[in-house]
Antibody, heavy 121, light 110 residues
Framework: QLQLQESGPGLVKPSETLSLTCAVS??????????WAWIRQPPGERLEWIAS???????YYNPSLSSRVTMSVETSKNQFSLRLSPVTAADTATYYC?????????????WGQGTLVTVSS | SYVLSQPPSLSVAPGQSARISCGGN??????VHWYQQRPGQAPVLVVY???DRPSGIPERFSGSNSDNTATLIITRVEAGDEADYYC?????????????FGSGTKVSVL
């Protein structure tokens, strides 16, 4: 059974860097059939796609966040990561990692449980 | 960028049907996906590609998509269906290629 588990600091100071990792278990991250993604949800708001990565390292970013986001994949550890910098209070959200089938107009078929990140001094 | 609109809330009695709309410009030309999010939990995919169901999702969940409105239909509603529901599409606009989510609909079971 595929499992995704987010990890990282729950509190980040404004202007600093948010760093999260998603550990994948139950399947290899090296697959031609799936991308891997980060999605976030501010409290009481809608979901927002942040970025996706292929096992080769090819990345796709939401244009509204692309200037601040870096996503990478670590195949030897079967995990992928997100960096967002600099952060503001508006980046306070629950961050989810997810799997995306390689199909046209895709969707997110497996999700991690999410991790709440608060941006505050 | 592409905008998806959903009604904020919907109330339905147990055993009845719930129809959750998702509006977007010519959304009928897109593949629409739906997620269920129970309080404090991660979203779960319940319908993909307009009307297909992932394994493990009850047949009570179905979808349709035409013109400017996509719809998630839940028949024989149960207490466990109480959740927020989000629609999602891929925005292929030249200047804003991104996955886009709707504003969400909170379904309350009376």
């Amino acid at each position: 059974q595929l499992q995704l588990q987010e990890s990282g600091p729950g509190l980040v100071k404004p202007s600093e860097t948010l760093s999260l990792t998603c550990a994948v278990s139950g399947d290899s991250i090296i697959t031609r059939d799936f991308y891997w993604a980060w999605i976030r949800q501010p409290p009481g708001e809608r979901l927002e796609w942040i970025a996706s990565v292929y096992y080769t390292g090819v990345t796709y970013y939401n244009p509204s966040l692309s200037s601040r986001v870096t996503m990478s994949v670590e195949t030897s550890k079967n995990q992928f990561s997100l960096r967002l910098s600099p952060v503001t209070a508006a980046d306070t959200a629950t961050y989810y990692c997810a799997r995306v089938p390689v199909v046209n107009e895709g969707y997110f078929d497996y999700w991690g449980q999410g991790t709440l990140v608060t941006v505050s001094s | 960028s592409y905008v998806l609109s959903q009604p904020p809330s919907l109330s339905v009695a147990p055993g009845q049907s719930a129809r959750i709309s998702c509006g977007g410009n010519n959304i009928g030309s897109k593949r629409v996906h739906w997620y269920q999010q129970r309080p404090g939990q991660a979203p779960v995919l319940v319908v993909y590609d307009n009307f297909d169901r992932p394994s493990g999702i009850p047949e009570r969940f179905s979808g349709s998509n035409s013109d400017n409105t996509a719809t998630l239909i839940i028949t024989r509603v149960e207490a466990g269906d109480e959740a927020d529901y989000y629609c999602q599409v891929w925005d292929s606009s030249y200047d804003h290629r991104a996955y886009v989510f709707g504003s969400g609909t909170k379904v309350s079971v009376l």
